[in-house]
């Protein structure tokens, strides 16, 4: 079940780019998150990089030449990376679904409802950093030693990948302290833990692979992890 | 919803309409000594009541009530759920026992607080239990509420520690919302984020389960 790639746009689309490029967009998502205050979210998140323990100095060296001098240096870091992540996960499943490797039709259309959502990230998080001032990543990926490994190997893949983002978005929580921009870290980061855990199940894999509590991962444990994806 | 409707004393005795930082800073901080063990969690919620102003056991009992209803609904369901499939029996199982191990952290983390935890609420969740189906799909209101409240309580935590370990719970909390979702013949997530839910909201859910 191939699907072109000018068939990809759907309705949801412009929605989404009105999100990723306009402010007024962007503070009714935050309001959508449940998070008061939204139009200063951007400029405490400026504020809330006076944290110097920065323990994952070495592993944003893959960002640094995205990291302005600025005062929101840190979380600009952290966005970045976030959004190195999302732009990642967009790609493999657009990939995914343009190969037709998934024939099993609800799990593809799982697979492109994932897409979809990693776009919808992929497209605020974009905003946030030019926001802040930065300049958004746009890293180059591939994925064909994947794709040529058939459907579960894809499959697999989509696992960890999900597993892993979910791991990240756990591991920079700590370190984002605007309330209303961690609200929407947060929003994202369980809705990767949903994807991890259906295709956690789809694989056969127990959907809490660490039990009750989910542990985090740092920067410095995820870029090598992501690194044979990265072109 | 008055307070005067609320069946149980335990939910009573939390102020709905202004739930405070520090009941926050509390609430997450149990979550640490899930994580981290309790012995570490002690001086950290002292700590942070004493820069807050005020302990507030109540949340954390709160938080274990929310929990004791999580993990006796999967329980009955176990118990009374004729016909359960093997996939659901699985799943139901698994959640339980990450339920119970939240009951047993939050529980060990009121007694650290110097408070009393509350026992366990009378809970009545009427015909959810007739088929698999109708059990699956409180299941998955329960769970997607579950994971709104924590998104919901989390920006207000302040210790990076103590937010680390509620998103480590928020986390499984999704993972369980996703698998049932997924039993339920539903996609994983309704959308690309998931929404928050302040504090009356959660409370307003999971009144209509709870009898003295």
Known sequence: MRTAPEERGDASRPAMEELANDPSSRKRFFKMMGAAGAASAFAVFLAACGDDDDQEGSAGNAMAEQKKETAGGRDLQIVQYALTLEHLETDFYNAVVDSGVVKDKKLAETAKLIRDAEQAHVDTLTGVVKDLGGTPVRPQTTFESVLEGGEMKVLETAAAVENLGAAAYLGQAGRIRSKDLLAAALSIHSVEARHAAALNQVVGKTIVPDGAFAKPASMAEVLPLVKPFLA | ?212
């Not at chain 2, 149990?30 to 942070?48: D, I, K, N, Q, S």
């Not at chain 2, 059990?135 to 103590?162: C, H, R, W």
């Open chain 2, 1 to 212: 919803m008055s307070r005067e409707n609320l069946a149980a004393p335990e939910l009573a005795a939390i102020d709905v309409k202004g739930v405070t930082r520090q009941s926050f800073l509390v609430r997450g901080a149990l979550t640490a000594g899930a994580v981290y063990g309790l012995g570490t969690v002690g001086p950290f919620v002292r700590h942070a009541i004493a820069q807050e102003g005020g302990g507030d056991v109540e949340v954390v009992n709160f938080a274990l009530t929310l929990e004791y209803l999580e993990a006796a609904f999967y329980q009955q369901a176990l118990e009374r759920v004729s016909g359960l499939s093997g996939d659901a029996r699985t799943l139901a199982t698994t959640i339980r026992e990450n339920e119970n191990e939240h009951v047993k952290a939050l529980q060990g983390t009121v007694k650290a607080l110097g408070g009393k935890p509350v026992k366990a609420p009378g809970v009545d969740f009427g015909d959810a239990f007739a088929s698999q189906q109708s059990f699956l799909m409180l299941a998955q209101t329960f769970e997607d509420t579950g994971v709104s409240a924590y998104n919901g309580a989390a920006p207000a935590i302040k210790s990076k520690d103590v937010l680390g370990a509620a998103g480590s719970i928020v986390q499984v909390e999704a993972r369980h919302a996703a698998a049932i979702r997924a039993l339920n013949g539903e996609q994983p997530a309704e959308g690309a984020f998931d929404p928050a839910l302040g504090a009356q909201e959660v409370l307003k859910a999971v009144q209509p389960f709870v009898r003295n």
